[in-house]
């Protein structure tokens, strides 16, 4: 832990490359029959799901996720004036505005250090803060309004949307990507749930 940078505990870069980065659901995967591939450094749980599956989830925990806090104009600077509650893709990179002051930047674990060192101190790395679990398939709308009273209908939550609030009384940070819904939770309570076999690996 360093003075720049309190929260370094938080990220996994300086084991990566050393020993194999896991998930919190593994211990779910594998009891659900799931084979592992690396990705970053990540054990990755992957499943044989069914191309039409009316609803599927994803272990995406091994995404990199930088949390970014700074003044509304530091943010308008930082998210190139990205809206509240408003969602850009560029790439293979993700960028949340949640409230004036707070974002989040989500990207490919291997691009992280290079992507906190662009931002500079107002990034911390979370990436083995929260976990993420995505929502996929043609019926994840209904699967979602199942486990939570946010309101994710397309008139009012489309595509490239953030919002915070209750899955299943848990805090989480919603993402709609567009062909599916970012789940992002505390790492500590992802491990509390149960993963099923129509999980996918994305």
């Known amino acids: 832990m ?7 505990f938080l990220s ?7 020993v194999a980065l896991r998930t919190p659901m593994e211990r779910s995967h594998a009891a659900a029959g799931a084979t592992f591939e690396t990705h970053d450094g990540w054990r990755v749980a992957v499943y044989d799901a069914a191309a039409d599956a009316e609803a599927w989830a994803a272990d995406l925990s091994h995404l990199g996720k930088l949390d970014v806090r700074g003044t509304a104009a530091e943010l308008d600077a930082l998210t190139a004036g990205l809206e509240k509650g408003g969602a850009r893709r560029d790439g293979d990179v993700w960028t949340l505005r949640l ?6 930047v989500l990207a490919p674990f291997g691009q992280v250090a290079e992507l906190r060192r662009r931002i500079g101190a107002a990034a911390i790395d979370v990436s083995s803060g929260l976990a993420a679990v995505a929502l996929g398939g043609p019926r994840r709308r209904d699967v979602f ?9 397309e008139a009012r939550f489309g595509a490239n949307r953030c919002i915070a609030g209750s899955v299943m009384r848990v805090p989480t940070l919603v993402v709609n990507r567009g062909d599916d819904f970012l789940m992002l939770v505390a790492w500590e309570r ?9 999980c996918r690996s994305r």
């Open 2 to 8: 360093s003075e720049r940078d309190p929260y370094a």
């Open 12 to 18: 996994p870069a300086a084991a990566a490359g050393t």
């Open 99 to 104: 409230t004036p002051t707070h974002g989040y």
């Open 145 to 153: 309004h199942r486990s939570s009273g946010l309101d994710v209908r």
């Open 190 to 198: 992802s491990e509390e749930r149960r993963v099923g076999k129509e």
